[in-house]
């Protein structure tokens, strides 16, 4: 009965592969294929320390190297990587149930979450949906085939999308965490290039202690859900669960589900239709919001003011450095207008600017357009698009962009809240693509579990 309700509310029970404890688990977790895009040391820094040992970073394809032209033969090799650890027996019997899980992070400690499987039905990333499970950002379309190139056929899957929920007493998970910790941790893990720890306690879904933890989880998770017809449900839509981190991966696992669909009529149910997940509360006080940062390449400080200037009104001047910037930035209140709502720096080969604007709301929302169009524009005049990529570290933001050796602009963006997002999201959709992180770089979500997908 609880699988039949947990079903009615977008989440399966999933069958999760974790490595033998005799493995190196130090050298198991690796962080996001979509973190360090433009840092190859920390990804040949993870290869040093991941050689000769089973590591997920056999097991997924690292961003960084998408622009290297052999992403056919890598994926091929990420695919026999999975079979033979299938064959080898790096894994243990899989189990049903959830996993509890704790981390921390070189700023936060104990950000909880929780394991599950969703339903890819109950989600969609096109803007006009209002599914069950909704993204909060835009969606690239164009991302999505390599991402599906390497889900398509694949024996396994590794998640590292991170999904929210709206808990304002943090009621849930805290109180999840206690029934979880009657058991040992099925693993308890430093984790590499000094990004903290993960511990993970498994909750059965069959028998024991775990029928109860299953009980909670239904009834805290069917309460939220009843909570959100009255917020959000304007045309019989329940919003439950929003994608904080990974929607394109998320999205690349909905389209293979869809082609599964397309070619099995008669199959409604296949591995693939469901995706791991980790369930966090967006009110985690061990959840910080970060913004993601625009580095422009082959662009200075005049080229950025340009595109720029369109804002309301604009303003731009001169700043003496990089603590300075960053504190305007931060800090709304010292802008140089009460009138002026929101702030952008501007760096570039040790130059320093700030923008300011009356246009309100997300910083993202006035800024992207901006950049698309650019975008665009320079297509049409010169055969190449403005090449812009996203960083999610102020450090390395100012790194990039300060570096003599390369022509790049960085636009430095204002913090942003947390509060009102669901209620944004459910009255207007998604918020442009990345327009915030959950967290710096390094306290990206690991892989560590694993599900089987398809049969090899």
Same mark, same amino acid.
């Given at each position: 009965?609880?699988?039949?309700?947990?079903?009615?509310?977008?989440?399966?029970?999933?069958?999760?592969? *974790?490595?033998?404890?005799?493995?190196?688990?130090?050298?198991?977790?690796?962080?996001?294929?979509?973190?360090?895009?433009?840092?190859?040391?920390?990804?040949?820094?993870?290869?040093?320390?991941?050689?000769?040992?089973?590591?997920?970073?056999?097991?997924?394809?690292?961003?960084?190297?998408?622009?290297?032209?052999?992403? !056919?033969?890598?994926?091929?090799?990420?695919?026999?990587?999975?079979?033979?650890?299938?064959?080898?027996?790096?894994? $243990?019997?899989?189990?049903?149930?959830?996993?509890?899980?704790?981390?921390?992070?070189?700023?936060?400690?104990?950000?909880?979450?929780?394991?599950?499987?969703?339903? *890819?039905?109950?989600?969609?990333?096109?803007?006009?949906?209002?599914?069950?499970?909704?993204?909060?950002?835009?969606?690239?379309?164009?991302?999505?085939?390599?991402?599906?190139?390497?889900?398509?056929?694949?024996?396994?899957?590794?998640?590292?999308?991170?999904?929210?929920?709206?808990?304002?007493?943090?009621?849930?998970?805290?109180?999840?965490?206690?029934?979880?910790?009657?058991?040992?941790?099925?693993?308890?893990?430093?984790?590499?290039?000094?990004?903290?720890?993960?511990?993970?306690?498994?909750?059965?879904?069959?028998?024991?202690?775990?029928?109860?933890?299953l009980d909670f989880i239904v009834e805290k998770l069917e309460e939220l859900y009843n909570r959100s017809t009255v917020r959000y449900d304007g045309n019989d839509a329940p919003f439950?669960?929003?994608?904080?981190?990974?929607?394109? !991966?998320?999205?690349?696992?909905?389209?293979?589900?869809?082609?599964?669909?397309?070619?099995?009529?008669?199959?409604?149910?296949?591995?693939?239709?469901?995706?791991?997940?980790?369930?966090?509360?967006?009110?985690?006080?061990?959840?910080?919001?970060?913004?993601? #940062?625009?580095?422009?390449?082959?662009?200075?400080?005049?080229?950025?003011?340009?595109?720029? !200037?369109?804002?309301?009104?604009?303003?731009?001047?001169?700043?003496?450095?990089?603590?300075?910037?960053?504190?305007?930035?931060?800090?709304?209140?010292?802008?140089?207008?009460?009138?002026?709502?929101?702030?952008?720096?501007?760096?570039?080969?040790?130059?320093?600017? *700030?923008?300011?604007?009356?246009?309100?709301?997300?910083?993202? $929302?006035?800024?992207?357009?901006?950049?698309?169009?650019?975008?665009?524009?320079?297509?049409?005049?010169?055969?190449?698009?403005?090449?812009?990529?996203?960083? #999610?570290?102020?450090?390395?933001?100012?790194?990039?962009?300060?570096?003599?050796?390369?022509?790049?602009?960085?636009?430095?963006?204002?913090?942003?809240?947390?509060?009102?997002?669901?209620?944004?999201?459910?009255?207007?959709?998604?918020?442009?693509?990345?327009?915030?992180?959950?967290? #710096?770089?390094?306290?990206?979500?690991?892989?560590?579990?694993?599900?089987?997908?398809?049969?090899?």
């Open positions: 009965m609880n699988k039949e309700k947990l079903n009615s509310l977008g989440i399966e029970v999933p069958s999760i592969l *974790l490595p033998k404890a005799a493995l190196d688990m130090q050298k198991w977790p690796v962080i996001a294929c979509d973190q360090f895009t433009q840092d190859f040391d920390y990804w040949e820094k993870v290869k040093q320390i991941t050689k000769g040992s089973p590591s997920t970073l056999n097991l997924i394809f690292p961003e960084i190297y998408l622009p290297d032209g052999d992403a !056919s033969s890598r994926i091929a090799d990420i695919h026999t990587t999975m079979i033979r650890y299938l064959m080898e027996g790096v894994f $243990a019997e899989p189990r049903q149930g959830f996993i509890y899980i704790e981390r921390d992070t070189p700023f936060q400690k104990k950000r909880r979450g929780l394991i599950a499987a969703i339903d *890819l039905e109950r989600y969609e990333w096109k803007p006009e949906a209002r599914p069950l499970i909704r993204c909060t950002e835009g969606t690239v379309a164009d991302r999505l085939p390599p991402r599906m190139d390497i889900r398509r056929g694949a024996p396994l899957e590794l998640p590292h999308v991170l999904l929210l929920i709206n808990d304002e007493a943090d009621s849930f998970l805290p109180v999840l965490g206690e029934m979880a910790k009657k058991s040992a941790p099925v693993y308890n893990t430093p984790l590499m290039m000094e990004s903290g720890n993960a511990a993970g306690w498994f909750l059965d879904a069959e028998e024991g202690q775990s029928c109860a933890a439950l669960f929003a994608v904080g981190d990974g929607n394109h !991966s998320l999205a690349a696992a909905k389209g293979i589900w869809e082609e599964y669909k397309a070619a099995h009529p008669d199959e409604s149910v296949h591995p693939c239709r469901y995706a791991l997940v980790e369930i966090e509360n967006i009110y985690d006080p061990a959840i910080q919001f970060e913004p993601i #940062h625009r580095l422009v390449f082959d662009a200075g400080v005049d080229e950025i003011a340009s595109i720029l !200037s369109p804002l309301p009104d604009f303003s731009c001047r001169p700043v003496n450095d990089s603590k300075e910037l960053a504190r305007l930035c931060a800090d709304s209140s010292a802008c140089a207008s009460p009138a002026k709502a929101n702030c952008f720096g501007i760096i570039s080969q040790g130059r320093y600017a *700030l923008i300011e604007t009356s246009a309100a709301g997300i910083s993202t $929302a006035c800024l992207q357009p901006l950049l698309d169009s650019a975008q665009i524009n320079s297509a049409q005049i010169n055969s190449a698009r403005v090449n812009i990529d996203y960083i #999610h570290d102020e450090e390395e933001l100012f790194r990039l962009a300060e570096d003599k050796g390369r022509r790049a602009a960085g636009i430095l963006l204002p913090p942003v809240q947390k509060a009102g997002l669901f209620e944004t999201v459910a009255r207007l959709g998604p918020l442009p693509r990345k327009s915030f992180s959950m967290g #710096h770089s390094c306290e990206k979500r690991f892989y560590l579990e694993c599900r089987a997908l398809f049969q090899s």
